[in-house]
């Protein structure tokens, strides 16, 4: 499900700013079924798929965690790393095997410290990500959980 597709970091970040992120990426093979992260563990990096698929989920007791998203090719895979106190706020597993560059969160972070203008870029990237992922899990747990034909609108 998507609304809307979020900003790759192709279109987020000038040419010189994509190059000295994407310089300290590393590219990693993720098999299908592999947890990236678990809600709640702490956030010390992030990933960019180059193929395959993630499943977001969250948490909801009592229950198997649904799926809030998928994401694909381009996509920003966690954003709790740039937010402390940097603890995962969904869970991610990947659906398929998946292809992706991964990042240490707090290089990043201090590579943004050190370029206030690649720290605001890399801040509104991920902020329009998070928004759309917060309105994703917004929509998807009304899907499972309202009541039908409550009249509840968004």
């Known amino acids: ?3 809307t597709r979020t900003p790759t970091l192709a279109q987020a970040l000038s040419a010189e700013h994509r190059d000295r992120l994407m310089h300290i990426g590393r590219e990693v093979n993720i098999p299908a079924g592999t947890r990236l992260f678990k809600e709640g563990g702490h956030a010390d990096r992030f990933w960019i798929v180059r193929s395959g698929t993630v499943a977001l989920d969250i948490y909801v007791p009592g229950r198997k965690a649904p799926v809030i998203e998928r994401l694909g090719f381009g996509e920003l895979v966690g954003w709790s790393w740039l937010f402390p106190p940097y603890v995962w706020q969904l869970g991610a597993e990947a659906a398929s095997p998946v292809r992706a560059y991964e990042f240490d969160a707090l290089t990043v972070r201090l590579m943004c410290e050190d370029d206030p203008e690649l720290g605001r870029m890399v801040a509104l990237w991920v902020s329009r990500v998070l928004a759309h992922r917060l309105q ?9 959980y309202a009541p039908h034909g409550s009249g509840s609108t968004l």
Do not use: V
């Not at 994703?136 to 499972?144: K, V, Y």
């Open 1 to 3: 499900m998507n609304i």
């Open 136 to 144: 994703s899990a917004r929509i998807r747990l009304l899907d499972l």
